[in-house]
């Protein structure tokens, strides 16, 4: 069962998720619920692993093309210029360079990795349990 996030009409559970979707599951109303049970009882992710775990994908999938593509490109690219004042956005390449740093990887070694089929679901996996380890109780 996916548990999605309510649509216009639907009364919303804690969460939002929808009043129904828990009582499937035998969760009533004043009744609580921790989101690791949740996603134990569902068999699902948590939203934010999930995220990651697509977004890894794809930059493997990226990294995995020629070097003239051009969202390859757009993956290395590093803009030039002044930025903004301010606190700087949180973009995909900062999302990725902060993952790469906890994982003590770089640039070379993520094109290396994703051109071998052996490695590349092992990085996959360290990934996925390394956030799923650093996770706050």
Do not use: Y
Request: aromatic share 6%.
């Amino acid at each position: 069962m996916a548990i999605r996030q309510i649509k216009s009409g639907k009364a919303a559970g804690p969460n939002n998720i929808p009043a129904e979707a828990l009582k499937i599951l035998n969760i009533h109303w004043p009744d609580t619920i921790s989101n690791s049970r949740l996603w134990e009882r569902t068999n699902q992710l948590p939203a934010e692993e999930e995220i990651r775990k697509r977004r890894w994908k794809w930059i493997g999938h990226t990294l995995r093309k020629s070097s003239n593509c051009i969202t390859r490109q757009a993956l290395t690219w590093n803009p030039e210029g002044k930025q903004k004042r301010g606190r700087p956005k949180n973009t995909l390449r900062r999302e990725i360079e902060a993952d790469m740093k906890k994982m003590n990887r770089n640039w070379k070694e993520l094109e290396k990795i994703a051109q071998d089929r052996v490695e590349r679901p092992m990085l996959m996996n360290g990934l996925c349990s390394f956030t799923r380890s650093n996770r706050r109780k």
